[in-house]
């Protein structure tokens, strides 16, 4: 994954609107929800991960603040003391100073963790949503399946249940985080939707999150699949965009979000 820091500037803006605290929330203090999410969806994926760190506090600030996106997602880990953490690997090796397996930190731990980009504290996800529940969307990829149940009670206890939506690769999970009352999203790779067929899933899942390089058909088969929303992952080219757009999809999870609102779409 390439990444690039953020501008100074840029920085020193989302630190500012962290020290003043959120936004106010949508018109009569009510949160933003599921329901209100326009036609067509653009994610930060990872927070935007080619426009600055990804799973960075900054990062997933800056989607907000931008407006270039609906949604802003990132990835979640469970430390040894059952704290939530945003982290996409199962180690720190890649994206932070620090070495060894995610799992084996405690909370007390994780205040020194750094991002090799950028240098902050990677945050928990309380802090997350703290932040930006009910004030935007969110996604949470649940690395940890056995997280399930600390993620479903920390998103229930602010009532964000149709605020945040909670990610896996596995229909397993996927359907045991609708039966926990939450809105489930699930994710399937261009190999996997080969042999998939997602009406099996229309019962028990939100949104299903296709991979952009599978077959035409296999997208079709996906858009045509009762379904509510079919988005497209990881989409980093205005060219990528626009086919999955013209195949049915109707969101778009990016690393380069402000790229793409950048660049009208093009659909024949």
């Given at each position: 994954?390439?990444?690039?820091?953020?501008?100074?500037?840029?920085?020193?803006?989302?630190?500012?609107?962290?020290?003043?605290?959120?936004?106010?929330?949508?018109?009569?203090?009510?949160?933003?929800?599921?329901?209100?999410?326009?036609?067509?969806?653009?994610?930060?994926?990872?927070?935007?991960?080619?426009?600055?760190?990804?799973?960075?506090?900054?990062?997933?600030?800056?989607?907000?603040?931008?407006?270039?996106?609906?949604?802003?997602?990132a990835d979640t880990r469970m430390l040894?003391?059952?704290?939530?953490?945003?982290?996409?690997?199962?180690?720190?090796?890649?994206?932070?100073?620090?070495?060894?397996?995610?799992?084996?930190?405690?909370?007390?731990?994780?205040?020194?963790?750094?991002?090799?980009?950028?240098?902050?504290?990677?945050?928990?996800?309380?802090?997350?949503?703290?932040?930006?529940?009910?004030?935007?969307?969110?996604?949470?990829?649940?690395?940890?399946?056995?997280?399930?149940?600390?993620?479903?009670?920390?998103?229930?206890?602010?009532?964000?249940?149709?605020?945040?939506?909670?990610?896996?690769?596995?229909?397993?999970?996927?359907?045991?985080?609708?039966?926990?009352?939450?809105?489930?999203?699930?994710?399937?790779?261009?190999?996997?939707?080969?042999?998939?067929?997602?009406?099996?899933?229309?019962?028990?899942?939100?949104?299903?999150?296709?991979?952009?390089?599978?077959?035409?058909?296999?997208?079709?088969?996906?858009?045509?699949?009762?379904?509510?929303?079919?988005?497209?992952?990881?989409?980093?080219?205005?060219?990528?965009?626009?086919?999955?757009?013209?195949?049915?999809?109707?969101?778009?999870?990016?690393?380069?979000?402000?790229?793409?609102?950048?660049?009208?779409?093009?659909?024949?």
């Amino acid at each position: 994954m390439v990444t690039r820091t953020l501008p100074a500037a840029l920085i020193a803006l989302s630190l500012a609107a962290q020290a003043n605290g959120p936004a106010p929330l949508g018109w009569g203090g009510r949160p933003v929800t599921w329901d209100t999410l326009p036609r067509t969806v653009y994610t930060a994926h990872r927070g935007g991960a080619l426009e600055a760190p990804e799973n960075s506090m900054a990062a997933l600030a800056a989607a907000y603040e931008r407006g270039a996106a609906q949604v802003i997602d990132a990835d979640t880990r469970m430390l040894r003391d059952g704290t939530l953490v945003v982290m996409h690997d199962a180690t720190l090796d890649r994206t932070t100073t620090s070495s060894g397996p995610v799992r084996a930190l405690t909370a007390r731990h994780w205040r020194d963790v750094r991002l090799r980009a950028g240098g902050e504290r990677p945050p928990t996800v309380d802090e997350v949503l703290d932040r930006f529940g009910g004030r935007t969307l969110v996604m949470l990829e649940a690395k940890d399946p056995d997280s399930l149940g600390r993620l479903a009670r920390a998103i229930h206890r602010r009532g964000l249940s149709r605020s945040v939506l909670v990610n896996t690769n596995r229909p397993d999970v996927a359907r045991r985080a609708h039966h926990k009352g939450l809105t489930a999203q699930l994710w399937r790779s261009a190999r996997q939707l080969r042999t998939d067929d997602p009406r099996s899933w229309r019962s028990f899942v939100d949104v299903l999150d296709v991979d952009h390089g599978a077959r035409d058909t296999d997208l079709r088969r996906a858009v045509r699949s009762g379904i509510a929303r079919v988005w497209a992952h990881t989409v980093n080219t205005p060219k990528a965009r626009d086919r999955a757009l013209r195949l049915g999809c109707d969101g778009i999870i990016t690393d380069a979000p402000e790229l793409l609102a950048r660049t009208p779409a093009v659909r024949r």
